[in-house]
């Protein structure tokens, strides 16, 4: 039986080989993007499809460009703008906030994560992005969909919380301490929505499944683990 510092390892080793092959080309993940650029689209994200807000990005950044010109819009206006990608008031408050909380900062983001905790940029989902991107910290992207892959894969439980709890932060914080940290992030990301999927996942299709807890347990009764084993992307 494998302890479970191993099964970690196979997770992020597979996760890893997997997303060379099978990565999303998103603008997002353009190595070129400003820091503004990065954390904005992390808000645009919060639980929308990637597809969809790749689809609206462009017209966004068009019309703000830097954080200053996001700082001039009012919040109605950011609700006209978010309308079409939905969930557009609560996503207009949260990136009316920002941009106020950037101003109070006289324009200097924190440049620490204590600096970071204090401040006024939202969730922790959203700190953790900063902190990943602008901090260059090895932190987690953890949302429902990590949250999934790791309750199937660590726990067994076909179930996922909105918001995640303690222990998973705390173990999602270990697993993406590596230094490829981004790329795993958008792995568990590529993957939840390639073939972990919240109905249905494509067991029988997945690398995971030898050391998956969730596989082992609903295998013995929905899955053919033969083939399981002999048809790995
Ligand atoms: Fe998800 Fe199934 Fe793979 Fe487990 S075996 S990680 S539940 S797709």
Same mark, same amino acid.
């Given at each position: 039986?494998?302890?479970? +510092?191993?099964?970690i390892a196979? /997770?992020r @080793?597979n996760?890893?080989?997997?997303?060379e092959k099978?990565k999303r080309d998103f603008?997002w993940r353009?190595?070129?993007?400003?820091?503004?650029q990065?954390i904005i689209?992390e808000?645009l994200?919060?639980r &929308?499809r990637?597809? &969809?807000v790749?689809?609206?990005y462009?017209?966004f950044?068009?019309?703000? !460009?830097?954080?200053?010109?996001?700082?001039?819009? &009012?919040l109605?206006?950011?609700e006209?703008? /978010?309308k079409s990608l939905g /969930?557009?008031?609560?996503r207009?408050?949260?990136l009316?906030?920002?941009?106020?909380?950037?101003q109070k900062? +006289?324009g200097?983001l924190p440049k &620490?994560?204590?600096q970071?905790e204090?401040?006024?940029?939202?969730a922790l989902?959203? @700190?953790?992005?900063?902190?990943l991107?602008v901090?260059k910290k090895r932190?987690?992207?953890l949302?429902v969909?990590m949250?999934?892959?790791?309750e199937?894969y660590?726990?067994? !439980?076909?179930s996922?919380? #909105?918001?995640p709890?303690?222990?998973?932060?705390?173990m999602a914080? @270990?697993i993406?301490?590596?230094?490829e940290? !981004?790329?795993?992030?958008?792995?568990?990301l590529d993957y939840a929505?390639k073939?972990c999927?919240?109905n249905?996942?494509?067991?029988?299709?997945?690398? /995971?499944?030898k050391?998956?807890?969730?596989?082992?347990?609903?295998?013995k009764? #929905?899955?053919? @683990?033969?083939r399981?084993?002999?048809? !790995?992307?």
């Amino acid at each position: 039986m494998l302890t479970q +510092n191993s099964n970690i390892a196979f /997770l992020r @080793k597979n996760l890893i080989q997997w997303f060379e092959k099978n990565k999303r080309d998103f603008p997002w993940r353009d190595p070129n993007c400003s820091n503004y650029q990065l954390i904005i689209s992390e808000v645009l994200l919060q639980r &929308t499809r990637a597809e &969809t807000v790749a689809s609206f990005y462009r017209h966004f950044f068009e019309k703000y !460009k830097s954080w200053e010109e996001l700082a001039n819009a &009012t919040l109605e206006e950011l609700e006209e703008v /978010l309308k079409s990608l939905g /969930l557009f008031r609560r996503r207009a408050l949260r990136l009316f906030k920002i941009a106020r909380e950037f101003q109070k900062r +006289n324009g200097n983001l924190p440049k &620490t994560s204590r600096q970071l905790e204090d401040s006024n940029l939202g969730a922790l989902y959203l @700190k953790n992005a900063f902190e990943l991107f602008v901090l260059k910290k090895r932190s987690p992207l953890l949302d429902v969909n990590m949250d999934r892959i790791l309750e199937r894969y660590l726990n067994g !439980k076909n179930s996922s919380k #909105n918001r995640p709890d303690r222990n998973m932060q705390a173990m999602a914080r @270990k697993i993406v301490n590596v230094n490829e940290c !981004k790329e795993l992030n958008w792995a568990f990301l590529d993957y939840a929505a390639k073939i972990c999927l919240s109905n249905n996942p494509k067991c029988l299709d997945c690398r /995971l499944s030898k050391n998956c807890k969730y596989f082992d347990l609903s295998g013995k009764i #929905n899955f053919s @683990k033969t083939r399981a084993l002999t048809t !790995k992307l």
